[in-house]
């Protein structure tokens, strides 16, 4: 055992010799997770700060009906109108980075009134995500307002069934009046959406960063462990296992030795990444420390287990570090690092259920996400140490010393 | 010229027989344009489908059974599937698991709010419990659900409106009220979704103006390509310093020939091994993603000023590296933060302004957005900034290298 730490210990050694070797460990993990974590929403809201998006409108029509349009717009959570004439609306979409222009065009309401069909156009920047979010809450809102025409052009009818008007004035009196008491009962409707949450650590759900670092983790954290196969590689070329073994060491003890010495880096490794994440970030790791180190072992292992393969199979050391940053970035972003699975076809999750990362991903979000404690992570760090068993048995069948 | 030409060759040979170096060089981009496509097909939109959702119903009456017929309406077959379940509390605990994305749980009275037996009706509640590891997902489930009660409340409010004024102008009496409201409630109710007057089209707001849609494939196969050129630069300047090491640069130098011309058959080795690499992914993507640019020669010239401008960065790194592996280091990171700021792993505008400009430095971010202008129907003159600023990047590059290498050599 003390031949394996000492092993072990020197690996650890030689790795930090270099200042370079933080760069990777954690300056650049935690620059991609600030980048990330930022792009995909930053920190989670203050809650007295409105932060719904801003839409800029563009109100040609300027009638009671458009007004009205606004006004449920106002009253939307997704989006903040905020009226410009066009000229200074199209400036602001082009050069403040602003997700959206929607424009309500001169004879919106005639056309409506006269049950005529109206297209409102969102001008949106390209393939700015915040554009779905801001698309739906215009349909929300036209639809709103689209009932309430339906709904007095319906009692126009059906008085009109009864007794024609005697004029149009009269028409158009009763219609305005059925628009207002519409307008009324649909802002207090009889039946509401109640939506909860299931448990979460946090109470505002996760935030940008949350779900960005654990998948930084993920993927910088195979780097360094995927990386076992060129540090197995660069030992077989350079001769030092061939010289280990002429000393009274077993095999067992030196390839165990180099297996703790690189399962250590990466534990520290997320360890680090983790405690970044807190105080940098302030992202919640869960309620369950117990479950989270469960699952950063289990990962941590199988991905070492997957370094040791690979250094079995890679003969260069061209191969091996070839071999780390294809499987490391394929890996991660097929299990779900880079985007959630949720939003890839059935197909594609059912696929990638055969791989590690999947798991991991599974494991980390479900702590960070939904509060996981440690029976709840069983099952996913199980699977992973199924695939760390099956990488170690084919990965030390394979394995050459010479 | 020639021993130029002869050892740039030497290079790309052996680059190309080496089964690692091809691994990073074009399997990795080639998988990882693979699994975008996979993950987000040709425009980039999810593919969400088959939706895991349970609804449970409290209602007697008939709205909360027409809830249930919609959520499993064939209509809605594809994008979610919904099982009813008897017990809330188990259905509850499906979604604790992970197992479904959310449960409808429709509450008791739903049926009564709308169609009220009393003066003051309690309000009806439809509850989604969400699973919060499915925001996504969860959103489509509250969309429709919305939609519905939408439909629902525009018939109360419609029956409720026309009959209330009928009454109020002395058109029909109490007693009619009660058979008419339900029916002009209903028609109001379906003429709200059947006869839907407004609607809402998304448009692209480009410089011109013109309605050009993002093609996801288009950005991302060049993306890849461009994210693993820096490395294979990299790996080309390390290897003049790893030459150096072995002693087989200084060897080079004893045979007749000048270090200019072994430096520069080492640099147009690289150029010429990331040419090949950008040209096969880009050649491949073309005919297995069906990616159309207008102009072909705007994505040869493309190209080669991307390949020029990082084959610059490697030549740079191998000049101020003192060894192969600080320079392995430096181009690795370099190649990664180039990435990240510039926008490989996901569209540029989504990157905070700053950064864009910022992102101006690396080869990535001029190479991103030329692809984007041919994507979007650029011609070459269009693409002259852009060319520009590359190969201009790497005179300055190169530049910058040879004072470094003329002072080493001295």
Redesign the interface.
Known sequence: MTKILHLAWNDIQIEFS?R?TL??FLI?PI??TA??G??VGGSAPDETADTRLILLLVDEDETDLSMALTAVLEESTLARPVLRDRTEA?RL??EE?LPG?LTIPAGFAA??LA???????????????R?LAL??A???A??????A???????VA??EQ??PFAHEAERQA?FA??LA??QA??AA????????????PTPQ??DGFELASAGQLVTWVLITLIGTSAVLVNERIGGTLRRLLVTPTQKVTIMAGRIVGRLSQGLLQMALLIGAGALLFGVNWGNSPAALIMVVTAFGLAATALGLLLGAL?R????????T??FS??LA??GGA???L?????S?QTAVQILPTTWAM?GF??VI??GHGVAEVLPVVGVLLLFALVFFAVGLWRFRYE | MKPILNIAWKDLIVLFR????????L??PF??TL??S???GRD?N?????IPVLIVNHDTGK?GELLVEVMASEELAELITTTVAANETAA?AS??R?EV?AVVIIHAG?SQ??I?DQAE?D????????????????GVV??I???F??Q???G???G???V???MQ?Q??TPAEAQT?GPV?GE??GR??VE?????????????NDTA?G?DWMGYMAPSMAILFLM?TVV?GGRSILTERDNGTLPRMLTAPLSAAQVLGGKLLGTYLNGLAQVGILIGASVLIFNIRWESALGVVLTIVSVVAAATGWGACIAAFARSS??AN??G??LA??FA??AGN???R?????W?QLVSFISPNAWGLEAFTSLTAGAGVSDLLPYLAGMWIMAAILFGLATLAFRRQVV
């Open positions: 270099e370079s760069i990777f650049l620059v991609f980048i990330l930022n792009t199209v979409l082009e980075d222009l056309s409506l049950g005529e069909g109206v297209d409102l156009r969102l001008a949106t920047a390209v393939t700015d995500n554009t698309e739906q215009v349909a929300a036209a639809r709103q307002v689209d009932s025409i339906q709904i007095a052009q319906a009692s059906a008085a009864i007794r009763y009046h059925a008491m519409a009962q649909l409707p009889p039946a509401v959406l109640e939506s909860n949450r299931a448990a979460v759900g996760p890679a260069t050391r061209s191969q091996a570090s070839g071999l940053i294809m970035m394929v972003a097929l880079w985007w959630p949720e939003i890839t076809p059935a594609y599974k979000t479900g996400v939904r | 080496d089964p690692g170096a091809l691994a990073l060089l399997l990795a998988a990882l699994a975008m996979a993950a987000f980039g999810p593919g969400i489908s088959d709205f509850r979604v604790d992970d994305a739903l709010s709308i009220p009706p309000r009806g509640v439809v509850e989604l419990y969400l699973n919060p590891t499915r925001p996504i997902s969860g509250q969309a659900v919305s939609q009660l939408q629902i409340n525009t109360a409010a419609g409720q409106v026309a209330g004024q009928l102008n058109l029909i008419l002009i028609a109001a003429q709200s006869g839907q007057l407004i609607s809402v089209s998304r448009q692209f707001q480009t410089e050009n993002f490395f790996e592996g600080q280091v430096v690795t990171t990664l933060v990240i700021g792993f996901f569209a505008p989504n990157l905070p302004d950064l």
